[in-house]
């Protein structure tokens, strides 16, 4: 079973900045992509940065630019810097294993980390 507990969420101001934190249970992380979901009050929940093993990493247009997914494979832990958040990047966050070219979600998504960007 694999368990991803996701924190580091709040209230900021747009212009402001955030770190998630995303603790994975379970196999190492440290031959997997990994990605970072976010889903918009009522939108569909979409990929908006994954890492390689290697450390690449890809990012939606969005988000290009202002945030980075790093890793910590010792800890088995994946995290998002937020920087000049927008109040389209409101929503709850999640990460998850992925897998292929197709970019397979691996295990139940955990509970996210909500994220609100308001004046």
């Known amino acids: 079973q694999v368990d991803y507990v996701e924190s580091g969420g709040g209230l900021v101001q747009p212009g402001g900045s955030l770190t998630l934190s995303c603790k994975v249970s379970?196999?190492?992380?440290?031959?997997?992509?990994m990605g970072w979901y976010r889903q918009a009050p009522g939108k569909e929940r979409e990929l908006v940065a994954r890492?390689?093993?290697?450390?690449?990493?890809n990012y939606d247009e969005s988000v290009e630019g202002r945030f980075t997914i790093s890793r910590d494979n010792a800890k088995n832990t994946v995290y998002l810097q937020m920087n000049n958040l927008e109040t389209a990047d409101t929503g709850s966050y999640y990460c998850?294993?992925?897998?292929?070219?197709?970019?397979?979600?691996?295990?139940?998504w955990g509970q996210g980390t909500q994220v609100t960007v308001s004046s």
């Open positions: 890492i390689r093993s290697s450390g690449n990493t």
């Open positions: 998850i294993r992925l897998r292929g070219i197709s970019l397979i979600t691996i295990g139940s």
């Open positions: 379970g196999p190492s992380i440290i031959s997997d992509t």
